[in-house]
């Protein structure tokens, strides 16, 4: 279980959640989202919103789409979605626009999107809005976020820089455990340690590679820190 968080979470901070969005299309759904849509819509899941938000967060709009087509059969619910996104980018108005009164006259009609992308495009962002803005998909975010709320500021940078793929609190891994390196050395060496690497320090042929283009000097003063505090692997 512990493992699986540990995955979830490098994967949740590199970011790097491949996506198969290319099902009709080889284009990168998320990344034209990205550079086509993030200048007015929020894309974080869960979505941040403000005072002076100038469109609702895509998780809002992906929702809220969903929600109102009108369908005989649920399975046509998606497909339905995925065409209203296509037809409004391009040729947006208030009387089709599916918001209520209020927010429509706090953002404006959306202004139409023609020329700023091509229909190809457009297709493969509907494609990845909804795989992508769906409620289990929140959901996992949401505990995630929770998690490392609750987490020590070290042990998430541990997790960030890829220290638990090779170091354990307790348990010697391909390095030795993080309560035998407290023991033995005072925090500004630990700290010196991380950021130039060692070898040959701990029999072992495994060396530790040098942090210190790699991660700010700050963030190593937190590993250091929480390594040397040793009480909360
Ligand atoms: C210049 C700002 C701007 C850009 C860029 C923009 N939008 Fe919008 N969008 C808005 C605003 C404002 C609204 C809310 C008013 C409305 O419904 O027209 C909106 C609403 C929408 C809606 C309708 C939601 C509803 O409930 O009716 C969809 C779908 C949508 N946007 C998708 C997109 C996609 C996809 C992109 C990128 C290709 C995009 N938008 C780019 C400003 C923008
Ligand atoms: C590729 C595996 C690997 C990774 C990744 C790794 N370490 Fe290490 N680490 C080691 C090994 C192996 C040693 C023991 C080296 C030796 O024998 O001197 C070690 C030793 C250390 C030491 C003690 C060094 C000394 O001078 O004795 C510290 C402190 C440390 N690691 C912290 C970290 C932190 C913090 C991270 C993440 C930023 C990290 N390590 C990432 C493998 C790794």
């Not at 959901?139 to 997790?159: S, V, W, Y």
Request: with cysteine; proline share 5%; hydrophobic share 35%.
């Amino acid at each position: 279980m512990k493992k699986i968080l540990l995955s979830v979470l490098t994967l949740f901070f590199v970011g790097c959640n491949s996506s198969s969005t290319q099902q009709h299309t080889n284009l990168d759904g998320k990344k034209l989202l990205e550079q086509k849509c993030s200048k007015c819509h929020n894309l974080d899941l869960p979505p941040k919103t403000s005072e002076d938000e100038v469109a609702p967060p895509m998780m809002a709009v992906a929702f809220h789409v969903k929600d109102f087509m009108q369908v005989s059969n649920e399975s046509e619910r998606l497909p339905k979605a995925k065409e209203f996104v296509k037809d409004y980018v391009f040729n947006p108005s208030a009387s089709k626009s599916l918001c209520d009164k209020k927010s429509l006259q706090r953002y404006g009609v959306m202004p139409s999107q023609k020329g700023n992308l091509t229909q190809e495009e457009l297709a493969a962002i509907a494609e990845y809005i909804f795989e992508h803005f769906n409620v289990k998909n929140l959901n996992e975010a949401q505990a995630i976020q929770n998690r490392l709320k609750k987490m020590a500021p070290g042990k998430r940078l541990a997790i960030k820089y890829g220290c638990l793929s090779c170091h354990k609190g307790k348990k010697d891994l391909v390095g030795p455990a993080f309560v035998k390196i407290s023991q033995k050395y005072s925090l500004e060496d630990i700290q010196k340690s991380i950021t130039n690497g060692s070898s040959a320090k701990w029999g072992t042929k495994a060396i530790m590679p040098p942090f210190k283009t790699r991660i700010p000097q700050q963030d190593i003063a937190t590993l250091a820190k929480w390594i040397k505090d040793a009480n909360s692997f």
